[in-house]
């Protein structure tokens, strides 16, 4: 069944390291988004790629990288400027325009700074 | 910029109950509507959705029109089961109010429904 997969589910990060985040999807869509979510401040957009070898900053992007190397493919890596990045990530893919256009989401990382 | 606003929970209710979730939009362009739904410790699953005004999304009881006259976009559901139980939001893309494709959320409703 096509989907997109995150990994790790879990994820534990010492204070000054830099983590990544996976995100492959086979769905074959053509864009990716990274949000991040908070307990009651809902999903805020990290970066987004609509198509390959291309991205563009969210809302939240400082402290964040991505690459968009292969359309399957948009790993997050959340730098030590981050300053507060304990929060659960969620990837999400869709083919836009697409005849059944909708967003689908990937399970999520919890990110927890130790 | 784009936004969406949806009532402040958490809510609940008996089962059985009706359920009502409202939601608005910023008016920009000519979005498509989203309702997603969020199980503890899980990513987000679409429930359903509408792209043009005067449409209604449906899926497992639940309904939302796209209601263009006054950019509101509530949820509804004649009778909640304990299963319903979850947060759920409301969104919007970009689409005519620049952005594109992006997806807006509101900040979430968690619904606990007793037994």
């Known amino acids: 069944d096509g989907g997109i997969t995150q990994s790790p589910k879990y994820l534990f990060r010492k204070e000054g390291q830099n983590v990544t985040l996976s995100c492959e999807q086979n769905l074959n869509h053509d864009a990716m988004y990274w949000y991040r979510q908070d307990p009651g401040q809902g999903l805020r957009l990290i970066y987004y790629s609509q198509i390959v070898n291309d991205f563009q900053k969210g809302d939240i992007a400082e402290g964040y990288s991505v690459s968009r190397e292969k359309k399957e493919s948009f790993p997050l890596t959340v730098t030590s400027a981050q300053k507060n990045p304990t929060a659960f990530y969620l990837c999400?893919?869709?083919?836009?325009?697409?005849?059944?256009?909708?967003?689908?989401f990937g399970s999520g990382t919890r990110l927890t700074v130790v | 910029g784009n936004s969406v606003t949806q009532m402040e929970g958490p809510v609940t209710l008996s089962e059985e109950a009706f359920l009502t979730i409202n939601c608005t939009y910023t008016a920009t362009g000519y979005p498509s509507l989203f309702w997603y739904v969020q199980y503890p410790g899980e990513g987000l699953q679409l429930l359903l959705k509408a792209t043009k005004a005067d449409d209604k999304g449906s899926n497992k009881g639940f309904e939302a029109t796209y209601r263009k006259e006054t950019t509101s976009f509530h949820l509804e559901k004649g009778s909640v089961q304990v299963s319903d139980s979850a947060v759920y939001f409301c969104a919007r893309d970009g689409r005519g109010g620049g952005s594109n494709y992006k997806l807006t959320f509101g900040k979430g409703t968690l619904l606990t429904v007793n037994p």
């Open positions: 999400a893919s869709t083919q836009p325009g697409g005849q059944n256009y909708g967003y689908t």
